[in-house]
T-cell receptor
Framework: DAGITQSPRHKVTETGTPVTLRCHQT?????MYWYRQDPGHGLRLIHY???????DKGEVSDGYSVSRSKTEDFLLTLESATSSQTSVYFC??????????????FGPGTRLLVL | DQQVKQNSPSLSVQEGRISILNCDYT??????FLWYKKYPAEGPTFLIS?????DKNEDGRFTVFLNKSAKHLSLHIVPSQPGDSAVYFC???????????FGTGTRLQVTL
């Protein structure tokens, strides 16, 4: 447990509505990430942040934006949700693991259904 | 273009036997590899990792082997236990920002 919480844990929304998912961490980690998990694709990186107000795109960033105004919070926004964005969303932080290498630790996930 | 591949979507193993999960990659710039375990409705949990300068790393019942020339890694679980039943993802890191590239996962079922 790396002190990562996600909210909401479940959400149902309609096509075309904006949606914001929140990731909160309590251990002052610099790097934070948003992934989505879909059958047949594993987890794919959407966006990541390397500090307050510093963000960059991942491999599936279209249709998503992020913001990080405080170290502890990383927000993922779907400006206008589409059915293709129905997925499970995971937030992660990067920290040095017990083996000494960089390791990512994941939150519990947010299940989003876009109708 | 799938840079990390797990070609076996599922695997069934008897309790007490060895489970071997395989992963192949195409990007020779990957320099660190990780295995995650995922239960339903939970986030992935870090299991074990290996640097590209090593060919083996062991942690209790879990051992990861890396064959750089073949661009192949494997996770061995000995002995397998029913609680090991989960989806296992391999992942690779390259460069800065520690971005992970994941495989598609292998569902392991350990039967009694």
């Amino acid at each position: 447990d790396a002190g990562i919480t996600q909210s909401p844990r479940h959400k149902v929304t309609e096509t075309g509505t904006p949606v914001t998912l929140r990731c909160h961490q309590t251990e002052n980690h610099r790097y934070m990430y948003w992934y989505r998990q879909d059958p047949g694709h594993g987890l794919r990186l959407i966006h990541y942040s390397y500090g307050v107000k510093d963000t960059d795109k991942g491999e599936v960033s279209d249709g998503y934006s992020v913001s990080r105004s405080k170290t502890e919070d990383f927000l993922l926004t779907l400006e206008s949700a589409t059915s293709s964005q129905t997925s499970v969303y995971f937030c992660a932080i990067s920290a040095v693991g017990t083996s000494g290498g960089e390791t990512q630790y994941f939150g519990p996930g947010t299940r989003l259904l876009v109708l | 273009d799938q840079q990390v591949k797990q070609n076996s979507p599922s695997l069934s193993v008897q309790e007490g036997r060895i489970s071997i999960l395989n992963c192949d990659y195409t990007n020779s710039m990957f320099d660190y590899f990780l295995w995650y375990k995922k239960y339903p409705a939970e986030g992935p949990t870090f299991l074990i990792s290996i640097s590209s300068i090593k060919d083996k790393n062991e942690d209790g019942r879990f051992t990861v082997f890396l064959n750089k020339s073949a661009k192949h890694l494997s996770l061995h679980i000995v002995p397998s236990q029913p609680g090991d039943s989960a989806v296992y993802f391999c992942a690779a890191i390259t460069g800065t920002a520690s971005k992970l590239t994941f495989g598609t996962g292998t569902r392991l079922q350990v039967t009694l």
